[in-house]
């Protein structure tokens, strides 16, 4: 006596054998058991035709319950003399079902197709790509190689690579340069456009939407890949402690929810760890595929993030990583993750090296080692840069230049604004240099020339660091100076260093109670131009500065002629600060002025209420400046900008100007492959930081040895197709109010206004 006992799986309760494919359903609780379990054929006929998974599967799960019995249902009694009846009766059956079985399967509703699709199960079918290639405005980031019809044939369609299509709901709200940008990095982590490195830089400049972009290349390799299953399973996106719920908020935007992120940024150590483990170590379709994380919380828990590997890190504001050597960047370097992309408005600053530092840590390699760098290319490219270069090594370092470019720009893409012109209004950027008052100037003079100063100038020299005076502190007091005089009128009081002899200079009935814009050129151009804006227009203004001293001078300006206002300083939570700026947008809001201090200045902030914009003290770092031009003249800005940069005339301020070019020189070479910027700066003409140019009204122009302009006229325009990214040299330059494409501006002339330096962004469209 035995028995043959039909295991039944504890999950799949029916299978149908359908064409050779099983196909599994699990019933509702009320069906069970009523329909007739194909399953109950004996053991071995299920095992010939399962599929090598299920038979796995099956097993596993049977392991567990080889001991239970079902009698009533599945359990055959045989006699020793019933041998060879019943072997016939199994057999006889069998046939019956091979027979069933065997039958091609036809869907009983004439006309009905198949959709191809089964609720969480994929059809080992042929491939299809996951969206349709052949949609009008299908974005394809990937296409398969052309087949003959020949080998069509021979292919084994589920082998078959299909196209990979950005989802349309991303495809329809991509503007032309975004979808280039999509597909470019699509093509970089796939390692089609350099053999065996997976990273790329996103260098757009800002207002371009490289988080869109971003979003889409995220989404497409979670969703999709050319054998139809995705290329990755999760990414990591590290970001600025403030922009980590930006992110988090954008994804949810763009993807209409339909994915989970799990957003970090500082917490309870225990918590976070669990939460990233929890992350780390899901595999497969994953719940919750994207982490947000902040640059420091990454750092205090990359142990948890460097146990597995990642598909895809994606770095925001990545200039953060241009150091090699810090923390965050070995942190980072160590996780496990082929794919890396880079985000970056401003890649570089002054430093080939740090470039050299972002290239590296997307595709490591690339570029040699840092050493290796620094021989071939940062060496010579500086020297030939150096307005004192010989030809030769002018040659030596174009040739390097290029080479460099060449290798770069394949894991490189950076667009300049110039490209919003085409859904921007016209913006105009006006250079403006000032006269300082005849306070200032004696004030100026007396600080430049005294004794501590010059010691401080020495010591300087000898890199002796006794000096009372920093550089750095005299020229913040410079550059204070250059604002109001109010600024420094403590250390005028205190006889500081610098100013031992200045309280002499100061009109006897001096005051900081009341405010006066007379005692400084530039506030009293702005005075003006804001008497003038408010009269003439209804725009609003944006007004930044280095200094909150210099936002107090403001407030009383705004008082004093009784202007609204409203200031953003850096102690504002991210959540008042949103509240502010949304009122300041809105049409029913009074508020004339938006004071920012460029500190806080930082990412993220729309202002696109205010068209005109004045930066009142130029920052050492461009990117500074940049950002912050970048909150009035973005998407949605529907009046023409205008943007001006404010500079003392003949000082310290002009001097940084000139300095921000020559970083700006140095990025637009290699970023933006603009062969000829013009070297007008030597390193030596950087050294004279101190001299004031008395005689002049643009030290800047000067300096350029102009050959367009003639006897303070100029003669010549600037080239047709320059526009506000080219060099100062290749703008207008104003010798009067005459031409000046801004009234409220020629309506101050007289207030103090010495040159302008002007241009727009684009051709005007009539
Ligand atoms: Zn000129």
């Known amino acids: 006596m035995y028995y043959v006992v039909a295991h039944q799986p504890l999950f799949f309760e029916n299978a149908d054998w359908l064409s050779g494919y099983w196909i599994i359903r699990s019933l509702a609780p009320s069906q069970r058991g009523k329909r007739p379990l194909l399953l109950d054929v004996p053991h ?55 027979k069933l079985l065997s039958k091609p399967f036809q869907i009983p509703i004439p006309g009905y197709q198949l959709s191809g699709r089964v609720l969480g199960l994929r059809l080992p079918g042929p491939r299809r790509p996951l969206h349709d290639p052949d949609e009008p405005n299908a974005l394809i980031v990937y296409s398969p190689p052309e087949l003959s019809e020949h080998d069509r044939l021979k292919v084994d369609p589920c082998k078959q690579l299909v196209h990979v299509v950005v989802d349309p709901i991303l495809c329809n709200v991509l503007r032309p340069h975004q979808r280039e940008g999509v597909k470019f990095m699509y093509e970089c982590v796939t390692g089609k456009r350099i053999e065996n490195a997976y990273g790329c830089i996103m260098a757009d400049e800002m207002g ?38 930006n992110w988090y908020n954008e994804i949810n935007k763009w993807l209409n929810n339909m994915v989970n992120t799990l957003a970090i940024d500082g917490g309870k150590k225990a918590d976070i760890d669990t939460q990233l483990i929890r992350f780390m170590k899901t595999y497969g379709r994953c719940v919750t595929p994207i982490l947000i994380i902040s640059y420091e919380t990454f750092r205090l828990h990359a ?4 146990q597995d590997e990642v598909g895809l890190v994606l770095c925001d504001e990545g200039h953060r990583l241009k150091n090699s050597e810090n923390q965050t960047y070995q942190s980072l370097m160590g996780l496990k993750a082929k794919r890396r992309v880079l985000l970056s408005g401003t890649p570089i600053q002054n430093d080939l090296l740090e470039y050299f530092s972002l290239v590296h840590f997307v595709n490591q390699g690339l570029l040699g080692t840092a050493q290796e760098f620094r021989r071939k290319y940062e060496t010579p490219i500086l020297r030939g840069q150096d307005a004192a270069a010989t030809d030769a090594e002018r040659i030596v370092a174009q040739e ?16 300049t604004s110039a490209l919003l012109s085409k859904y921007l209004p016209l913006k105009h950027e006006l250079v403006v240099c000032i006269k300082m008052g005849e306070l200032q100037t004696q004030l100026y003079k007396n600080f430049i020339q005294s004794d501590s100063i010059k010691r401080s100038m020495e010591e300087n020299d000898n890199s002796k660091k006794t000096g009372s005076l920093s550089a750095l502190a005299a020229i913040t007091l410079l550059k204070k100076l250059c604002n109001h005089p109010d600024l420094i009128y403590d250390k005028i009081k205190e006889k500081a260093d610098g100013f031992e002899k200045a309280a002499s200079l100061l009109p006897p009935n001096y005051s900081t109670k009341e405010l006066m814009p007379e005692l400084s050129g530039k506030l009293m151009v702005l005075d003006c131009l804001l008497a003038s804006i408010k009269t003439t227009t209804n725009d609003k203004i944006v007004l930044v500065s280095n200094y909150t001293q210099t936002l107090d001078l403001f407030e009383k300006l705004c008082h004093k002629r009784s202007y609204n206002y409203v200031r953003l300083d850096g102690t504002m939570t991210i959540k008042k600060r949103a509240k502010v700026v949304d009122n300041f947008n809105s049409d029913s809001s009074n508020d004339f002025i938006f004071m920012l201090s460029s500190k806080a200045g930082g990412c993220g902030l729309n202002l696109i209420g205010a068209n005109r914009l004045v930066m009142f003290d ?22 023409p900008c205008f943007v001006y940069r404010f500079l003392s005339t003949g000082t310290i301020e002009e001097k940084i100007f000139q300095r921000q070019a020559h970083k700006k020189a140095l990025s ?34 000067a300096k350029f040895k102009c050959k367009r302009c003639i006897n303070g006229i100029e003669v010549k325009g600037p080239l047709e197709q320059s526009d506000c990214n080219s060099d100062l040299s290749d703008w207008r330059h104003s010798h009067n109010p005459r031409h000046l494409p801004d009234i409220p501006l020629r309506q101050c002339w007289a207030s103090g206004i010495s040159f302008v330096f002007h241009h727009r962004s684009h051709e005007q469209v009539k």
């Open 44 to 98: 071995d006929i299920v095992e010939l035709t399962q599929s090598e998974n299920y038979i796995q599967e099956s097993k596993r799960r049977t392991k567990n319950v080889k001991d239970i019995q079902i009698p009533e249902r599945k359990v055959v009694p045989l006699s020793d003399n019933g041998i060879c009846t019943m072997q016939k009766i199994v057999s006889e059956h069998e046939e019956r079902v091979r």
């Open 208 to 245: 371009l939407g490289k988080t869109l972009q971003c979003i889409s290349l995220l989404w497409t390799l979670l969703k999709q890949g050319p054998e139809a299953k995705p290329l990755i399973e999760k990414a990591i996106i590290v970001a600025p402690s403030s922009l980590v719920k």
């Open 303 to 306: 142990h948890v993030l460097h």
């Open 400 to 415: 390097r230049l290029s080479d460099l470019v060449s290798i770069v720009n394949k894991c490189l893409i950076r667009r």
């Open 618 to 639: 130029p920052d050492w770092n461009p990117a500074n400046d940049d950002q912050a031009m970048a909150r009035v003249w973005r998407d949605g800005q529907k009046k």
């Open 668 to 701: 637009s070479t290699v970023v933006d492959q603009e062969d000829d910027v013009a070297r007008h700066f030597t390193i030596n003409d950087l050294r004279d930081l101190f001299k004031l140019e008395e005689n002049t009204v643009s030290d800047t122009h």
